[in-house]
């Protein structure tokens, strides 16, 4: 009896972890004044019919603003097309003529939109959030190149 829990014991002690492995994971992420700031740069170039999110590196919105005159879908659109360009590390326009013919499955996933729009935010090569607009006259072309001016204007954060 007292050799088997000793081996029960000895097999525990390999499978969990010890501290020695553990460490602390560190990222790079959207403040919320960098959010603003992009927000405030695409509003002012597509106007107040578009509505504006920013999300985070895992997806999660940090800013979501509705513009005055924009329709009550374009905020949701918008939440989407960013957590569309942050999940597949490009422009949701790009993802989703890709998807046209390659991985159509992608498309079914919850809370991805086949819509441009959406830009992903990078330092580098490193995607830590997205911008999404809908809304702005001019259609999907005119909401990202909102949405490239909005992470234009914080270029110097993202180095």
């Not at 890709?98 to 935010?121: F, H, K, S, W």
């Amino acid at each position: 009896m007292l050799f088997r829990l000793s081996a029960a014991a000895a097999a525990a002690t390999l499978l969990v972890p010890g501290s020695a492995g553990a460490q602390l994971l560190t990222h790079r992420d959207v403040s919320v004044r960098m959010a603003l700031t992009i927000a405030e740069t695409a509003l002012v170039e597509c106007g107040v019919n578009a509505s504006i999110a920013v999300v985070d590196h895992a997806g999660r919105v940090r800013l979501l603003l509705q513009g005055d005159r924009s329709s009550p879908h374009n905020m949701e659109l918008a939440r989407r097309k960013a957590y569309t360009a942050r999940t597949f590390r490009q422009p949701s326009a790009a993802w989703a003529k890709r998807t046209e013919t390659t991985n159509p499955g992608q498309r079914m996933l919850a809370d991805v939109i086949p819509l441009g729009g959406g830009m992903p935010i990078n330092v580098g090569e490193e995607t830590i959030g997205g911008v999404g607009l809908s809304g702005a006259p001019g259609g999907q072309e005119k909401e990202e190149a909102c949405a490239r001016a909005g992470i234009a204007k914080v270029a110097d954060q993202l180095k």
